[in-house]
């Protein structure tokens, strides 16, 4: 079942701030984000896991809420360099390698 | 480390026809997973391989195919090409438990 990304866009001035959720439907192991600048390949930002724990990127942070199967991307004062649309995948096991990714939210950051 | 590499980054087909697109995983990395992304489907799982077995399966008919080699690279295959798989193909390797997806710059494959 494809996890649930809002907002779809977001327009945003340098410094702002932007939250992008990634919802699901069925209980999760670990959600994934992935962010992909025009014209390239995914790259990978961050995993939170059942548990707590996170691994990733440091001037990122997020949240996942496991009672709600819910994730929270945070952007703070976003540089143009966060431009890009943004993934959440979700793994609903531990060891499982089906990554099934969310339709993406695009992040435009404007002077 | 070198990233991963797919070949070729480009490819114009007609309907009909069978395509080969190739992928080199991240040395070491032993898990390779082929993703489709269309505009209006987003990214889509195709498959995975660790270790030349096929571990998962996405939701695609059988003319989508792949396989592993003992060197870990990864070869996908679509056979009797329709105007719909017109699409970005792009291949991920990964390792260790947490499964975190290094991708390559993928395939532009165009069916005419």
């Known amino acids: 079942q494809q996890p649930v990304q809002s907002p779809q866009a977001v327009i945003l001035r340098e410094g702002e701030d932007a939250v992008i959720n990634c919802s699901s439907s069925?209980?999760?192991?670990?959600v994934h984000w992935y962010r992909q600048k025009h014209g390239e390949a995914p790259v990978f930002l961050m995993i939170l896991l059942k548990g707590g724990e996170q691994k990733g990127h440091d001037k990122i942070s997020a949240s996942f809420n496991e009672k709600k199967q819910q994730s929270s991307l945070y952007l703070t004062a976003s540089q143009l360099s966060y431009s890009g649309t943004y993934f959440c995948?979700?793994?609903?096991?531990?060891?499982?390698?089906?990554?099934?990714f969310g339709q993406g939210t695009r992040l435009t950051i404007n002077p | 480390k070198a990233g991963v590499t797919q070949t070729p980054r480009y490819l114009i087909k007609t309907r009909g026809q069978q395509v080969t697109l190739s992928c080199s995983p991240i040395?070491?990395?032993?898990?390779v997973s082929w993703y489709q992304q269309t505009p209006g489907q987003g990214l889509q799982f195709l498959f995975e391989?660790?270790?030349?077995?096929?571990?998962n399966k996405g939701n695609f008919p059988g003319r989508f195919s792949g396989r592993q080699f003992s060197n870990s690279r990864s070869e996908m295959n679509v056979s009797t090409l329709e105007l719909g798989d017109s699409a970005l193909y792009l291949c991920?390797?990964?390792?260790?438990?947490?499964?975190?997806?290094?991708f390559g710059p993928g395939t532009r494959l165009t069916v005419l």
């Open positions: 069925k209980a999760l192991y670990s």
């Open positions: 991920a390797s990964s390792f260790g438990q947490y499964n975190e997806q290094f």
């Open positions: 040395s070491g990395h032993r898990s």
């Open positions: 391989y660790f270790s030349e077995t096929q571990r």
């Open positions: 995948g979700t793994l609903l096991v531990q060891g499982a390698q089906k990554l099934v």
